[in-house]
């Protein structure tokens, strides 16, 4: 079994993380593959880039919290290499286990004691009016927000060419199940079940009281056109990554994406005992 670990450098104890799940891989058996600034991490010059990880081991596994397994996603980019998230964060939704937790999630590898979940993504592409276009994929959401102004912005939001709605808000979220815990949650939308063939459309602080979150289906193409012309251009962002900026002429159109994120879970844990962990539910 090749174990793969990418780690979070800006955490601490990523270094005393790596050499103990190194230590507890070995010991059973597994060999480990470490992601090239991973490697530098702990002073090891026998890495090899993200791109080429996935490809070379049988789990990968990614040390931080949710923020480094949706930047190891990006960095990776299409592959059916299951992703186990060990949590060195605060809440954790997408990782598998804790910090303390390294033997049992190697036992559990070697014993088959997990799941695989498919997540959806969404493809997300920004067409500019010169004829350009930026493609990209989406883990969480994709968020259209107001610029520097504190003006509210205006964005037409259509549905397999039909109007949805002119929102009047500070932005629009348009995010997968598996980022309904994330932003879209903080903006007031649902909670999805990670295996729900659906993605959800959340506006940030609307203007009016009668606007909210929509859960639309799989096969959906949203589209989104500011629909005024403004000195101050809207943003949009990819699971809170890089920052595009948005002229009042581009659209955007965002569907579910052609591949998925295999993540790993173990089996006595599931979505539901997460979120209620997370959230403290009773």
Request: proline fraction near 4%; include cysteine; glycine fraction near 8%.
């Amino acid at each position: 079994m090749k174990l793969g670990i990418i780690a979070n450098p800006h955490k601490e104890g990523s270094a005393k993380t790596i050499h103990e799940l190194t230590r507890v891989a070995e010991s059973k058996g597994c060999s480990i593959i470490l992601e090239d600034d991973t490697a530098a991490i702990i002073g090891n010059d026998q890495g090899i880039p993200a791109t080429a990880l996935a490809a070379e081991c049988d789990i990968l596994t990614v040390m931080g919290g949710d923020g480094t397994m949706l930047n190891a996603a990006h960095r990776i980019g299409p592959s059916s290499t299951p992703i186990a998230g060990i949590n060195i964060g605060t809440l954790g939704f997408l990782t598998a286990c804790q910090e303390t937790e390294l033997s049992l999630l190697v036992d559990a590898i070697l014993n088959g004691a997990f799941t695989v979940t498919p997540r959806t993504l969404l493809e997300t592409t920004v067409f500019f009016s010169n004829g350009n276009s930026i493609t990209d994929f989406a883990v969480n959401e994709i968020t259209l927000s107001r610029g520097q102004t504190g003006r509210l912005i205006t964005i037409d939001a259509r549905i397999d060419g039909t109007l949805l709605n002119q929102y009047r808000a500070d932005g629009l979220i348009v995010a997968t199940p598996t980022g309904s815990t994330a932003y879209s949650l903080a903006a007031g939308g649902p909670l999805i079940a990670p295996t729900a063939e659906v993605f959800l459309i959340t506006p940030i602080c609307p203007h009016s009281l009668s606007n909210r979150s929509l859960v639309v289906d799989g096969s959906s193409v949203v589209e989104l056109v500011s629909s005024e012309q403004i000195e101050s251009p809207a943003f949009v962002s990819i699971d809170g990554r890089e920052v595009i900026e948005l002229p009042s002429d581009a659209s955007i159109s965002i569907k579910k994406a052609s591949h998925h994120l295999n993540v790993l879970t173990l089996k006595d844990r599931s979505f539901y005992s997460t979120v209620r962990q997370k959230l403290h539910w009773s």
